[in-house]
């Protein structure tokens, strides 16, 4: 194993995609009460910006940024809310299934991007991984209910771009310096309240406007929403990209589906068949062959080193 290799920027990459899937645990139980999706983000997005202000203050760390950061963290928020956004509009004119592999595609988004835009080489394991992924990812949506199941070329355009802006969120976060070198608590409360803003405005324009949270129960869901796949999601993400990189880390997103489908089969009474099954398999091993990887490839071993001493630096400087 390469020196200055962090075995801990897996777990946070893991650990991060494992709490987004809990996305379903606290948002639909919300919506059965009458809350539409508009609504749910952006309560969930204003309250992670007040938990990350206390978060920030009981740190001692200081709010103010500088301008260039600023902007960027507004780009950043611009890409968490097309992502979202995009995505939900896809649920909306096709099946989940097929939206949620389709938007699966940003691990390739984010290693087409690293390769012709930052040139960095493509490990044959970290394609094999995708492969594996996007595979498993597959036979774990396709046949799931949701959607009207009428894909059109333009929802399908949409909910590509939503995985497109994902991984331009994922690229950004490493490979931005002033991003890069931004303390990931201070980093996450600008980026998470920046796509505040743009979902409340959003809410508006369309003529939505932000309803009451209807029962204490509601309430209960969106707060741990807002802690678990978006706050403790979001830095475990920032943590991973900044340790092991943006592809490394877009792999291990597969996690997300996997923990979706576990609560939605122990949950919500959905089935587990051989299919899904074989689905979970590949996942894991696409997983396990991103976590070995820096044993077998030289070059991720030497990337992975690089951004140790990155981030070395960086604290000296802080």
């Excluded at 938007?103 to 594996?132: C, D, E, G, N, W």
């Excluded at 497109?164 to 070198?181: D, E, K």
Aim: with cysteine; charged share 10%.
């Amino acid at each position: 194993m390469a020196k200055g290799f962090n075995f801990r920027g897996f777990l946070a990459g893991m650990a991060s995609s494992a709490t987004f899937g809990m996305l379903p645990l606290f948002t639909v139980p919300v919506m059965v009460v009458g809350l539409s999706v508009n609504n749910i983000l952006c309560y969930r997005m204003f309250i992670v910006s007040i938990a990350m202000a206390i978060l920030m203050l009981i740190k001692r760390i200081p709010f103010h940024i500088s301008l260039k950061a600023l902007g960027w963290c507004m780009v950043l928020g611009l890409c968490y809310y097309g992502s979202a956004t995009l995505l939900f509009q896809g649920y909306a004119t096709m099946s989940t299934g097929v939206a949620t592999t389709l938007h699966f595609l940003y691990p390739v988004f984010v290693t087409l991007i690293m390769a012709f835009v930052f040139k960095q080489r493509t490990s044959p394991f970290t394609i094999v991984a995708i492969i594996l992924a996007l595979t498993g990812i597959c036979l774990l949506s396709i046949g799931r209910g949701g959607g009207t199941g009428n894909a059109t070329a333009a929802s399908i355009v949409m909910v590509l771009l939503s995985g497109l802006a994902y991984a331009l969120y994922i690229v950004f976060v490493n490979n931005v310096q002033v991003l890069r070198r931004r303390n990931n608590i201070k980093l996450a409360f600008y980026a998470l309240m920046c796509s505040n803003v743009y979902f409340i405005i959003h809410a508006f324009v369309i003529g939505e406007g932000i309803h009451a949270v209807p029962t204490t129960v509601a309430w209960i869901n969106l707060i741990c929403l807002a802690l678990l796949p978006t706050l403790v999601s979001n830095l475990a993400l920032m943590y991973s990209i900044k340790s092991i990189g943006s592809t490394l880390t877009s792999v291990l997103g597969a996690m997300e589906p996997l923990t979706a489908l576990i609560i939605g089969v122990i949950v919500f009474g959905e089935q587990f068949n051989r299919q899904i099954g074989i689905g979970v398999i590949l996942i894991l091993i696409a997983v396990t062959l991103i976590i070995l990887s820096p044993i077998f490839d030289k070059n991720i071993a030497a990337r992975l080193e690089r951004f140790a001493k990155n981030k070395a630096d960086d604290d000296l400087q802080k």
